[in-house]
T-cell receptor, first 114, second 109 residues
C-alpha cells in the first residue's frame, strides 16, 4: 500500500508554462488537500475536496485549479506559472471531511519557476 | 485574524527533555494536532488533543489548555533522529486546519 503518491518529485519550469502536479491516494479517503510550504511560513491550503466531484478554495487559490473526477486522484494545475509559485507542494488526504481528522501527506513536489 | 505562534528554532542535547510551545488565536477550536517533519520529507502525525490535559505516547507527550489557547509538545530522552521541525495545527470553527510555521529542533550530541 503506497498511501499517497505525488509526481513529479521535482520540476524546474519556465514562467508562463502550464504545469499539472499529480496526486493519487489508495486509502479510499474522502477528503483531499493541496498545500504549499514556503520557508518561514506554515503550510497554506490552496484547494481542497471533501468528496469526489466537489472542490473548494483554500487560503491561497489564485493561479491554481483542481479537479476531483474520482476518489483517488486530485491533480493541481498551474495555468501559467509565475516565480512566486516556486514552493514545495504537498498533497494530503483524510478519511472524512467536516470533522477533525488526521491528514496524511504525500512526499511533496519541489517546484521552481524561473 | 487567525494566528498560531511557535518558536522558530530550539536546540537541545541528546538524552535531555525539551518542551515546544504553541499558542493559538483562532475562530473557534475543534482540536489541535502536532506533526513532525524531517528536512525534505512530508509531515507525519504525532498527536491530537481536543480536551484539556496531557496525552502521552511513548517518549512524546502533548498538553492542551483551551482556556489559555496553549499547547506544548514534550519530547523525552531525546535522540538524534528527533532532529526535525514540529508543526502545530488547529482546527477552527469551520473545520479548516490552520498551521503554525513550525519549530526547528536541533539535537546536539
Amino acid at each position: 500500500i503506497a498511501g499517497i503518491t505525488q509526481a513529479p518529485t521535482s520540476q524546474i519550469l519556465a514562467a508562463g508554462r502550464r504545469m499539472t502536479l499529480r496526486c493519487t491516494q489508495d486509502m479510499r479517503h474522502n477528503a483531499m488537500y493541496w498545500y504549499r510550504q514556503d520557508l518561514g511560513l506554515g503550510l497554506r491550503l490552496i484547494h481542497y475536496s471533501n468528496t469526489a466531484g466537489t472542490t473548494g478554495k483554500g487560503e491561497v487559490p489564485d493561479g491554481y485549479s483542481v479537479s476531483r473526477a474520482n476518489t483517488d486522484d486530485f491533480p493541481l494545475t498551474l495555468a501559467s506559472a509565475v516565480p512566486s509559485q516556486t514552493s514545495v507542494y504537498f498533497c494530503a488526504s483524510s478519511e472524512s471531511d467536516g470533522q477533525p481528522d488526521t491528514q496524511y501527506f504525500g512526499p511533496g513536489t519541489r517546484l521552481t519557476v524561473l | 485574524g487567525q494566528n498560531i505562534d511557535q518558536p522558530t528554532e530550539m536546540t537541545a542535547t541528546e538524552g535531555a527533555i525539551v518542551q515546544i510551545n504553541c499558542t493559538y488565536q483562532t475562530s473557534g477550536f475543534n482540536g489541535l494536532f502536532w506533526y513532525q517533519q524531517h528536512a525534505g520529507e512530508a509531515p507525519t502525525f504525532l498527536s491530537y488533543n481536543v480536551l484539556d490535559g496531557l496525552e502521552e505516547k511513548g517518549r512524546f507527550s502533548s498538553f492542551l489548555s483551551r482556556s489559555k489557547g496553549y499547547s506544548y509538545l514534550l519530547l523525552k530522552e531525546l535522540q538524534m533522529k528527533d532532529s526535525a521541525s514540529y508543526l502545530c495545527a488547529v482546527y477552527d470553527s469551520n473545520y479548516q486546519l490552520i498551521w503554525g510555521a513550525g519549530t526547528k529542533l536541533i539535537i546536539k550530541p
